[in-house]
């Protein structure tokens, strides 16, 4: 079975400050890993995504993440932080390396607050 | 190019009553799942349809949640008779073939509260 852990229900920063969002996952296979974002009123959206190439993946609208197999995570950082990034965020697990959409497993999400 | 629509955005119901739930996929999207995040809670997988048959609905909660997509176009979630626990918002997703998820479009969702 796979989990995924989001240490943070919400997480404050200044807006030109950098931003970490934590995320454990657990795997009985070699996963491919998420992270999506929501807006308010809109659909999720795929930041970005690791499927067993490059463990530093980049994303769109400057967010990163390194996948660290022997600490079992999965962070999503930016350098600066900007308003336009507020939003709740989630980490997202899939059984299948090669990235399908079957057998995915979604955190309880990370509301980010930007302050001015 | 439409992206996947939900209708409606909001829905607030009587313990009891029946409702329906619509998404429009991306046209030519033969992938749909339907989804669901109770209150506080993570969001979980509901079922998948591959056109127009059911490729899996492992996570229907109980028979009271019937799920259609006739002609492999729109689909329906209907909820006969809602229960309190069934409130939360319920997210339709659709991807062209093969089922990768980055090629995974969500809805904005529908928000159903019953009360």
């Known amino acids: 079975a796979q989990s995924v852990t989001q240490l943070d229900s919400h997480v404050s920063v200044s807006e030109g400050t950098p931003v970490l969002l934590r995320c454990n996952y657990s795997?009985?296979?070699?996963?491919?890993l998420f992270w999506y974002v929501q807006h308010p009123n809109k659909g999720l959206q795929l930041l970005l995504k690791?499927?067993?190439?490059?463990?530093l993946v980049k994303g769109i609208n400057g967010f990163e993440a390194e996948f660290k197999k022997s600490e079992t995570s999965f962070h999503l950082t930016k350098p600066s932080a900007h308003m336009s990034d507020a939003a709740e965020y989630f980490c997202?697990?899939?059984?299948?390396?090669?990235?399908?959409?079957?057998?995915?497993?979604f955190g309880k999400g990370t509301h980010l607050i930007i302050q001015p | 190019e439409a992206g996947v629509t939900q209708f409606p955005s909001h829905s607030v119901i009587e313990k009891g009553q029946t409702v329906t739930l619509r998404c429009d996929p991306i046209?030519?999207?033969?992938?749909l799942y339907w989804y669901r995040r109770v209150m506080g809670k993570e969001i979980k997988f509901l079922l998948h349809?591959?056109?127009?048959?059911?490729?899996?609905e492992s996570g229907m909660p109980n028979n009271r949640f019937l799920a259609e997509r006739t002609g492999g176009t729109y689909s329906t979630l209907k909820v006969q008779p809602a229960e309190l626990e069934d409130s939360g918002v319920y997210f339709c997703?659709?991807?062209?073939?093969?089922?990768?998820?980055?090629?995974?479009?969500f809805g904005s969702g529908t928000q159903l509260s019953v009360l």
């Open positions: 795997s009985s296979y070699s996963p491919s």
């Open positions: 997202v697990v899939s059984e299948y390396s090669g990235g399908g959409a079957d057998g995915l497993t």
């Open positions: 690791y499927t067993s190439a490059a463990t």
């Open positions: 997703a659709s991807s062209p073939g093969g089922t990768i998820a980055e090629k995974l479009f």
């Open positions: 349809f591959v056109k127009e048959s059911k490729q899996d």
């Open positions: 046209s030519g999207h033969d992938n």
